[in-house]
C-alpha cells in the first residue's frame, strides 16, 4: 500500500463562532478536500456549565469534517491535543482502509467485519500507518476575547504535540494561524515546519479579542492545503497526497 500524506486540522476553541461562514458547512467542504477537522472545546475550571451551542458547534464540525471532538478544562489541555490529533490520524486510516477493503470485498465490509487473525493483521497496517505516514497539520487558535487567559496554556500543549509527533517516524509539518487575526480574520503566526521551536515568539503575536471567525479559518486552511498541493505538483509532479475515498 503507498503511503500517502495525511491533511488534518486541530481547531482549538472555547465559544460559538459568531462571523462569517458556516463553519459546519466549511468542515464539510474541508472533508471533500480531503482534510480532516479535530476540534478542542476548552471550558473553564470555575465554569464548568459550557454553552450548549458552543459545545454542539464544536461536536457538530468535528462530524461535518470526519475527525473527532473533545471537550476539555484547561489543566488537561495538554494531553487532549496529543490524544485528539493521534485519534483523528487513525481514524482517517481506518477510513481509507475500510473504502478499500469495500472495492474488494462489497459496500457492507468493514475491519470489523473481517476474521479476528485477519483483523490484527489490519490492525497492525493501521499502526504502522500511524507511525510512518507524513503529516501536514494546521493549527487553528482562537484568539477571540474569551481565550485571553488560556493562550499560555495552548502554547505549552502545542510544544508537547511537537515533541510527541516528532518522535514519529513519519515525516511531519506544521502551520499555525490565529483567528481573528489583527488585521483580518485569520492571521499566520508560523508558516510550514518541521518542528514548533517557534511558537513562544509567535504567541506573543497574538492580541486577544472580538469576533469569532470559526469558518473563515477553516476556510482560511482549506486554502493553504489547496495552495501548498498546487505548488508542489507544479514543482515535483508530486500525486501522493491523501484524499479521502481515493485512496494512497
Known sequence: MKKGTLRQVLLITDGCSNHGEDPIAMAALAREHGITINVIGILEENSPEYHQKGLREVEEIALSGGGVSQIVYTTQLSQTVQMVTKKGMTQTIHGVINSELQQIL??????????PEKRGEVMEVVDDLGETMDLELIILVDASGSMEKKLATVQESLIDLSISLNSRIGYNQFALFAFPGKRDETELLIDWTPKLNSLTQAFTKISSGGITPTGPAIKAAINEFTNRRSKRRLIT????????????
Request: net charge negative; aromatic share 10%.
Open 106 to 115: 462489497g459496500k457492507e465490509s468493514t475491519i470489523e467485519d473481517l476474521p
Open 237 to 248: 509532479g508530486d500525486e501522493e497526497e491523501y484524499s479521502e475515498g481515493s485512496g494512497f
